[in-house]
């Protein structure tokens, strides 16, 4: 005759085996997941030498017929992507707009254009409050026009056009184990 103790062993053994075994098999498919991944690596010269675009990623192109081609990367193949519903080439992209903003020059960008505005806005407010002649003084829209100048050239160098050449190439880069 077995013992209490013996029937409580025998009844929890199956059930943390089972927990083991679906926690193994669960492990085992992420890791398949993660490990068959392909990244489309833009390569450059400079400061930073790789953009990666991963599948779910946005990117916006241009091909060498000159259609534009911009959405979510869908899909990563051997020498294909699919943007959208479109299969796109390797060899048929011409240019690629870079998409993956830094917080440098977004911050900077905004910040400028905000104080180009906020300063030119409030220095003609305060000065129609007090009835100065003229209202917009040529040293607010000077300052203003500075502020704003500045956040247009943050902007362009934070979303530049990369043509593909000698210097620059797109590649699928494979990470399966």
Not at 93 to 105: A, C, D, E
Request: aromatic share 10%; proline share 1%; with cysteine.
């Amino acid at each position: 005759m077995k013992t209490f103790d013996q029937i409580k062993l025998f009844q929890i053994l199956p059930h943390r085996m089972l927990l083991k075994c679906l926690g193994i098999l669960c492990f085992l498919f992420l890791v398949e997941e993660a490990a068959a991944q392909k990244i489309l690596a833009l390569d450059k010269n400079g400061i930073e030498k790789r953009i990666r675009y991963y599948k779910g990623n946005f990117i916006s192109l241009q091909t060498q017929e000159g259609i534009v081609v911009a959405g979510e990367i869908t899909r990563i193949l051997d020498s294909s992507f699919v943007v959208g519903n479109q299969i796109v080439k390797l060899t048929d992209v011409k240019k690629v707009k870079k998409t993956h903003k830094h917080f440098g020059w977004r911050f900077l960008s905004g910040l400028t254009f905000t104080v180009g505005g906020a300063y030119l806005g409030i220095d003609s407010f305060n000065r129609l409050i007090n009835s100065d002649d003229p209202v917009v003084s040529e040293q607010s829209v000077f300052v203003s026009t500075v502020f704003i100048g500045l956040g247009t050239v943050s902007a362009i160098l934070g979303n530049r056009n990369y043509l593909l050449g000698k210097k620059r190439r797109l590649k699928i880069i494979d990470i399966s184990i």
